[in-house]
């Protein structure tokens, strides 16, 4: 999973992060593949923007890039806050692929999170900028991973080793029902799936998940029935295939 820096091309380019763009450029044109359907290949969508995106040729879905070599697991800086926030509640962000590369230029991890994972519990709003900057007053915001259900951060690459493209395209397929879901309800069935998930266990109580009440209530200051709320989306979830009634009053986790 070399990025194949030469010395040659290295020497061409002035900044490590204008190399750093290049290689990936390369790399995704030569590796990368559709998550979403079996194109073995994404096409480069926009040139000369400051971020990379692609398109699938086959089934259309947008991927957006983003190529770092420290790699926070937690979180990521994104672009503008209400531009994310607008993009989320039209349903418009892309799938996001976070490519982290070592300093002798190889490929260490890539994640995905799909598209249908973003909601605005995982957007942080950063501090706008201050009143010397260029862009005074703007503010920017921060994509939450470690917020993401563990559904939602799919490892295409994973230190070093490629996870097979077959049990890349299974992960994504499994959770995309949740595309159907309008965006404005989404994030409550990602907070809950979120919840069931931290559970940490594969069968579950409703009195399991109404620990977390408090929790779902902060993140929905809006919404005072958060109980009928948390039922209503554990039967969304099942309705998607992702859990199952046990019948003796369980629910179970479906892997
Ligand atoms: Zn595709």
Redesign the pocket.
């Known amino acids: 999973m070399n990025l194949q820096c030469t010395t040659e091309l290295a020497a061409a380019y002035k900044s490590a992060s204008q190399i750093a763009r290049v290689l990936t450029e390369e790399w995704c044109a030569r590796e990368l593949?559709?998550?979403?359907?079996?194109?073995d290949r994404?096409s480069p969508s926009m040139v000369n923007t400051p971020v990379l995106d692609f398109t699938?040729?086959?089934?259309?879905?947008a991927f957006q890039l983003k190529s770092l070599k420290n790699w926070n697991p937690k979180k990521i800086v994104d672009a503008g806050y209400e531009s994310m926030i607008r993009s989320i509640r039209a349903d418009k962000t892309p799938n996001l692929l976070v490519l982290q590369y070592s300093k002798d230029w190889f490929v260490r991890n890539l994640l995905l999170v799909p598209r249908f994972f973003f909601s605005e519990s995982i957007i942080e709003r950063r501090r706008p900028l201050t009143p010397q900057a260029r862009r005074a007053g703007w503010v920017g915001c921060n994509i939450l991973l470690a917020q993401i259900p563990i559904d939602g951060r799919i490892a295409i690459i994973s230190a070093g080793s490629p996870v097979p493209a077959d049990q890349v395209r299974a992960e994504f397929a499994r959770t995309s029902g949740l595309a159907g879901i309008p965006p404005l309800l989404r994030g409550w069935t990602l907070d809950t799936l979120k919840v069931v998930r931290r559970l940490g266990k594969p069968r579950f109580t409703l009195r399991d998940v109404y620990e977390f009440e408090h929790e779902l209530q902060a993140g929905h200051p809006r919404n005072h029935n958060v109980r009928p709320k948390i039922r209503q989306q554990l039967q969304v979830l099942r309705d998607l295939g992702m859990l199952r009634f046990t019948g003796l009053g369980e629910y179970a986790l479906r892997d």
């Open positions: 593949y559709c998550p979403a359907c079996t194109s994404l699938c040729p086959e089934c259309k879905q």
